[in-house]
């Protein structure tokens, strides 16, 4: 399998006060086309830190992140613009759905801003709709979705663009156990049908159950890489 | 159009505020354009006027003569020259005082022909069947200063050629109602042949109104003063009247503009997350500004929106009985009718949206440059200070 995401010898600080905090140390990090990994720790570990870093949200202080043959500290904001407009979709913690869109919007909007067909567009975004259970919420606000269905909308809308890499922080971190199972199984699912590259950032159990690989981060270093399929089976326990 | 449909539904969320906003933006686009309007309207009612009582297309004035300077009058005339017949209404002005009640009064005496029809004095007037008196027209004021009606005789006293002066009974054959005082106060009209008679200078004219101005180039003694610089001190009048117009106008505009301002920098603080998701979903950042200044600017097509629904009827309305100003405006002696029509300009109307729309987009988009400079992962946590 080839390589989709790899980190070179990444250092992150962030200046605090006179000084700065190192929130990660010497990364070294490789992620191939189609893993289903995570990076779990404690909080403060740096896992956003990476994420974002992943996701040319951020850039590194030292070292090389190259994602998708793209090294992200060289990127213009029009072209790390462009890495997630088509190859990158976030899921937060805070589910983060455009207030004043409906749910048909909400995940129409990644479509737009690529100047997508307007037929084109219906199709992706009821697929989209169809593989999180939402179609019958299309034209609900987000204030009337509960978590558990925000979530879905906002996984809806990372994928609906079929990127090649999901970055999801804390996906579960707002959910009741039901819905962390569900919204595992779904993104699982996607992870096989339509061999994207999921990074999860957690420390839940119940998400972590579903990953293949878990990548321990402590203080801002690497302090474990295991795979899991060892443990729990081909495609996870359930 | 993406944008602009985010815009719209941001807005439409806002509620109140974005209403009272936009009502005061409608209300400073109409009172601007209804203000104007009416100013304008009074322009070119004073114009028609100065032009169909006074100006024609303009004045050739006899070498000596000089409106403004009474001493002119005297000496101030000359052969009529070669040609004018058809081309321009001669008028001869004199000197002379009458006797309402017993009383002097200093007038000046302004003949012209009975049978023209370039000015709006009613020349045709100018009979009487009663021998030995001077028919005359005055106007409304100066037939209130003198306290004379239409069949009243006084008393007029002149100067002959010789200087000496002489003495007849004016009638008043016709009282004439103009909206321009200087058709009116002071002046007795009357036929330049009878001032002929009396003066002596016949075939002679203090200036002529040209009913052709390219006429003028055939009189190059004379001195010429174009219609358009004799209408410069309305011109002057009515601007100096519209500046009311633009200190409510802005006055209103800078109101607004605070509101939108105000409320640019909150909902950019407010909305930082959606910033930051913006970011995330792969728009620049540049596009976000963009979002937000559309988004701030779309709040002026509300109020021009607003501004239409209301005007665009009272305007019709307004268009068609005139606005009107009462009695006082005679007294006032200056050129203004009664009623005015208001007069919507395309330019008035396009100039007072682009202003509006031109400073809510400034305004909208001040603060939003402050997107440019945020981190997307601050603006996401919602840690932007
Ligand atoms: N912009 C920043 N400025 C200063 N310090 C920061 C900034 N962003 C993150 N940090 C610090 O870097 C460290 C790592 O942060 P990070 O958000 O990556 O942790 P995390 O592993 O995601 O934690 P959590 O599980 O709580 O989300 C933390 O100590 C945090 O305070
Ligand atoms: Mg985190």
């Not at chain 1, 090389?64 to 043959?69: F, M, R």
């Not at chain 2, 209804?34 to 303009?58: E, P, R, S």
């Not at chain 2, 009529?80 to 002379?96: D, K």
């Not at chain 2, 309305?234 to 519209?242: F, G, K, P, R």
Request: include cysteine; hydrophobic fraction near 45%.
């Amino acid at each position: 399998m080839e390589e989709i995401i790899s980190i070179k010898n990444v250092v992150k600080r962030f200046p605090v006060g006179d000084g700065f905090f190192t929130a990660l140390q010497d990364i070294n990090l490789e992620f191939k086309k189609g893993e289903f990994a995570g990076l779990v720790g404690p909080s403060g570990s740096g896992k956003t830190t990476l994420l974002n870093i992943i996701g040319s949200l951020d850039t590194p202080t030292e070292g090389e992140a190259i994602v998708i043959g793209k090294d992200i500290s060289k990127l213009s904001h029009q072209q790390s613009a462009d890495l997630r407009n088509h190859n990158v979709g976030f899921i937060f913690q805070e589910y983060h759905l455009l207030p004043v869109y409906t749910v048909y919007e909400n995940v129409e909007f990644a479509l737009l801003l690529q100047n997508i067909g307007a037929a084109e567009r219906k199709k992706a975004v009821m697929e989209a709709l169809d593989w999180v259970g939402l179609t019958h919420k299309k034209d609900s606000k987000p204030d009337k979705l509960s978590g558990g269905e925000s979530q879905r909308v906002a996984v809806a809308r990372a994928i609906v663009k079929r990127p090649a890499i999901l970055l999801a922080d804390e996906p579960s971190a707002n959910l009741d156990a039901e819905n962390a199972h569900n919204i595992m199984k779904v993104m699982k699912k996607l992870n096989e049908e339509l061999d994207t590259t999921f990074i999860f950032s957690t420390h839940d159990e119940k998400v972590m159950q579903y990953l293949d690989r878990i990548v321990h981060l402590k203080d801002g270093r690497i302090e474990k890489d295991e795979m899991m399929k060892a443990k729990y089976g081909v495609h996870g326990a359930h | 159009m993406l944008r602009f449909r985010l815009a719209i539904k941001n807005l439409l969320s806002a509620g109140t505020r974005t209403w009272l906003s936009a009502s005061i933006l409608a209300l400073a686009c109409l009172i601007m354009v209804m203000y104007m309007g009416v100013l304008q309207g009074w322009n070119t009612q004073a114009k028609t006027d100065a032009i169909n009582w006074q100006f024609g297309q303009g004045e050739i004035r006899s070498p000596k003569y000089d409106p403004y300077d009474p001493f002119t009058i005297d000496d101030g005339h000359a052969v009529i020259p070669a040609g004018a017949e058809g081309e321009a209404v001669p008028i001869l002005v004199r000197q002379a005082s009458i006797y309402p009640q017993g009383r002097l009064q200093n007038i000046t005496l302004q003949g012209l022909p009975k049978h023209q029809n370039l000015l709006s004095i009613p020349t045709g007037k100018f009979t009487t069947e009663k021998e030995g008196v001077i028919p005359v027209v005055i106007g409304k004021r100066m037939a209130k200063t003198a306290n004379l009606k239409v069949g009243d005789m006084t008393t007029l006293r002149w100067r002959d050629k010789g200087g000496t002066f002489d003495a007849a009974q004016v009638l008043v054959a016709d009282i004439f109602r103009t909206n321009v005082p200087e058709a009116d106060m002071g002046i007795l009209w009357l036929d330049i042949d009878k001032l002929y008679e009396m003066t002596g200078l016949r075939g002679e004219a203090s200036y002529l109104v040209l009913s052709n101005a390219g006429y003028h180039k055939n009189v190059p003694s004379w001195n010429y003063i174009s219609k358009e610089t004799l209408l410069e001190p309305l011109e002057a009048m009515v601007a100096a009247e519209s500046i009311g117009a633009y200190v409510i106008f802005f006055i209103l505009t800078g109101l607004a503009a605070l509101a939108i301002f105000d409320t640019q920098v909150l909902s950019i603080f407010r909305r930082q997350k959606e910033i930051g998701t913006f970011i995330a979903l792969g728009m620049t950042r540049k596009q976000v500004v963009r979002m937000f200044t559309i988004e701030g600017t779309s709040l002026s097509f509300f109020g021009v929106i607003l501004a239409a629904i209301v005007g665009i009827p009272f305007g019709v309305w307004l268009k068609s009985t005139g606005v009107s100003l009462g009695k006082p405006t005679e007294a006032m002696n200056i050129n203004m009718a009664q009623t005015i029509y208001p007069v919507f300009g395309t330019s008035l109307i396009l100039g007072t949206v682009i202003i509006i729309v031109g400073i809510s987009a400034l305004v909208s988009y001040l603060p939003a440059r402050k997107i440019a400079h945020m981190e997307p992962t601050l603006a996401l946590k919602g840690k932007i200070q």
